[in-house]
């Protein structure tokens, strides 16, 4: 909720906080009492709540907003662009947790290039794959639970090609570098 949250007030909000850091003492002997904090009253031991990893899990977000086109009424998000890393938090929030959903994410007018993935579910696993992008977009299936966020971190680390000088040394004389992970190319003189 609170990530859901967030991601309406992005728009409308210009600065917001948090209540409570921590829990008060409480009427009862409960630690989870249902108060606003981050963590829980000392007598308890201070520990994270879910909220805590919340507002952890945004901070991963920087840079400038980006457009993001086609939210449905229960999976919105969030994306970001700073420095050839793009970032999308992606939040379903039903307020019954039942409503699940399969949809495509696409980003579009990359820059081509060689790129790592990662792929961080909220209090969840983590993974990170390399990608090669040469048409300006990638895509890719997304099956997200009710009650879940995941936040996507596309970071290009290298260009796919680049010319650098010719072996004369003339401005005009270059050659093609090709990185390691560039796909097999044929020329054709025909």
Do not use: C
């Amino acid at each position: 909720h609170f990530l859901a949250s967030i991601r309406q007030m992005a728009q409308r909000v210009e600065l917001a906080f948090s209540f409570e850091i921590k829990d008060g003492p409480g009427q009862t002997n409960k630690e989870y009492w249902g108060r606003w904090g981050l963590l829980t009253h000392e007598k308890f031991g201070k520990h994270k709540k879910p909220k805590y990893y919340a507002v952890q899990f945004l901070n991963n977000l920087s840079g400038k907003r980006l457009e993001l086109l086609g939210e449905g009424s229960w999976v919105t998000g969030l994306a970001t662009n700073k420095d050839n890393v793009y970032q999308i938090m992606l939040v379903n929030y039903d307020p019954n947790g039942s409503h699940s959903e399969t949809f495509p994410l696409s980003l579009v007018n990359l820059p081509s290039g060689n790129y790592v993935l990662k792929t961080n579910k909220f209090l969840g696993e983590e993974k990170e794959e390399s990608l090669q992008i040469l048409n300006g977009r990638w895509q890719e299936s997304i099956y997200l639970p009710a009650e879940s966020a995941i936040l996507y971190t596309l970071t290009k680390i290298s260009e796919v090609y680049k010319f650098i000088p010719g072996v004369s040394g003339i401005g005009v004389d270059q050659a093609l570098s090709l990185s390691v992970d560039s796909p097999a190319w044929v020329l054709d003189l025909r």
